[in-house]
């Protein structure tokens, strides 16, 4: 579990200290207040730990004079660490790199230089006792995952004003031809595959069977009534024939899968089959969420607004799902909602605010969480006693 980030210099935070430490923490402020920011500092040093040089975000001192430092405080097993880190962005007249990692206090690297976490392991001979140390380091910050959950709407996007909107919007075909999908699952093996929600199901389906009906459990009528079936059927595709053959009448077929959905009962389409594209807003965005979930397996979850388009009546139940798996998969989000913030409750929520262009972020006191509690106990609910501060 992620346990407390130090950020300092790093766009809109020019020094925040922000206590994690909860299964579910909700980040609640105005817009422009920094809280995406704060996401952005968790996804960045986790991907610096673990020299990943595709990151999407970038240092963006606050003072390009000076250095951008991380603190990222952690526990694994039981077993608590400690990465420190402290940058000049690139270019910049004061070249500074700085890293140390430490686990119950003792350390196990600190360094100057260029050398990353990966290149350690890489260099270390096998069976040697640093490995043994590190690799679980690796693995963990490598599950730390951003999701911006954009909403595209694709059904009203098409030609090639989907594919300039990223690779969610290029996810909207009925079918997916099984090159693409070898395609695909060589990036994932390597680390790199797109964030296809249809190429995810489609891989479940082929080679993790529970997973997929695990799923299908979460979305169906016995869970939360929006998809009672999710169907992928194996096709075969008419493939335009090369131009020196295009006078031939014979042409080749192209292997592929289809991938349909059926509305849950009682909802509009029920009984019918639609494409990815055809799915509503807000059933396409907590099918992209909870496939995510299931298949990405990542040790903390970092979620932009997760009521974007869900009814709050359903949004309760869907918390409650985020809430099952976070033993394994910690969430971070940011919200606006009065639902979120009373399901997440008084312990998860931290309040970011602005001041003079810089970010800070409060946990509720131990006399505010003790008013809090009393307050939903006889009189209301916690987002009307944070409307009182």
């Known amino acids: 579990m992620l346990d407390f980030i130090e950020i300092k210099n790093f766009r ?20 422009g207040a ?17 020299g990943e040089a595709e990151s999407a975000f970038s240092l963006h001192p606050r003072d390009t004079s000076k250095p951008t430092s991380f603190t990222l405080k952690f526990t694994i097993d039981s077993h608590a660490y400690e990465y420190r880190t402290r940058r000049s962005a690139v270019p910049s ?10 686990k119950e206090d003792a350390s196990l690297f600190s360094r100057t230089g260029e050398e990353t976490l990966p290149t ?7 069976g040697h006792q640093a490995t043994a140390e590190l690799r679980p380091v690796a693995d963990y910050l490598r599950a730390v995952r951003y ?6 709407f694709q059904e009203h996007f098409v030609g090639p ?22 395609a695909w699952k060589a990036e994932l093996a390597q680390g790199r595959a797109r964030r296809s929600v249809q190429l995810r199901l489609l891989h479940l389906f082929l080679t993790d069977k529970p997973s997929f009906e695990e799923l299908k459990t979460l979305l169906g009528d016995d869970g939360l009534g929006l998809l009672s079936d999710i169907r992928i059927e194996p096709v075969r595709l008419r493939a335009k024939p090369p131009a020196e053959k295009a006078d031939k009448l014979d042409e080749a077929f192209e292997s592929a899968y289809a991938i349909s959905f059926t509305p849950g009962a009682g909802l509009a389409g029920a009984g019918r089959s639609f494409r990815y594209s055809g799915l509503s807003a807000g059933t396409w965005r907590i099918l992209q969420l909870l496939t995510y979930l299931v298949f990405d397996k990542n040790s903390c979850m970092l979620l932009e607004q997760p009521e974007d388009s869900i009814h709050p009546g359903l949004l309760a139940k869907v918390v409650d799902i985020l809430r099952t798996y976070s033993g394994r998969t910690q969430l971070i989000c940011t919200t606006h909602s009065p639902r979120v913030m009373n399901l997440v409750g008084p312990a998860g929520i931290r309040l970011v605010t602005a001041t003079n262009g810089s970010t800070t972020v409060d946990a509720l006191s131990d006399d ?4 809090a509690e009393g307050y939903l106990q006889d009189e209301g609910t916690l987002a009307e006693f944070l409307d009182t501060l």
């Open 147 to 152: 999701y911006s959950l954009l909403q595209g």
């Open 120 to 126: 350690l392991l890489q260099i270390l001979p096998k």
């Open 12 to 31: 809109s935070c020019e020094s925040v200290q922000l206590c994690l430490g909860e299964p579910v923490v909700a980040l609640l402020g105005k817009n």
């Open 368 to 371: 505010s969480l003790k008013v």
């Open 93 to 102: 007249k004061i070249e500074v790199f700085e890293e140390s990692l430490t």
């Open 34 to 50: 920094g809280k995406t920011n704060v996401l952005h500092a968790i996804q960045l040093v986790a991907d610096l730990c673990v």
């Open 161 to 182: 004003q989907r594919s300039s909107l990223g690779d969610q919007w290029s996810d909207s075909s009925p079918v997916i031809e099984v090159a693409r999908y070898e």
